[in-house]
């Protein structure tokens, strides 16, 4: 499965969230609602998840492996530190 796009779809200054993400697989599946979160030592990628009956937030989708989340949370996090750089020199 390949990467072949990630869109920021927002990027936010609110505490701890930082963004949100789309990303689409091979041009044929599309993951939306990927959250960008700063952690107490890193940024991390949180993927979209709900509330269930007993109150705990479970991932609606996600990696299989670890090989791959550590793949798409470089791959997300470059394209967010990107857009970012672009968004700050558009604003300056």
């Not at 993400?21 to 979160?37: E, L, R």
């Not at 705990?56 to 793949?71: A, N």
Request: aromatic share 6%.
């Amino acid at each position: 499965m390949t990467v072949t796009e990630i869109k920021i779809r927002k990027l936010l200054d609110e505490q701890r969230l930082k963004g949100i993400v789309s990303v689409t697989f091979d041009d044929m599946f599309a993951v939306h609602d990927i959250k960008i979160v700063q952690g107490a030592d890193r940024l991390f990628v949180a993927m979209p998840s709900r509330r269930d009956d007993t109150g705990m937030f479970r991932d609606i989708v996600h990696p299989m492996t670890k090989q791959f989340r550590r793949e798409l949370e470089d791959d997300i996090l470059e394209a967010y530190h990107r857009e970012l750089a672009l968004h700050d020199t558009l604003t300056q």
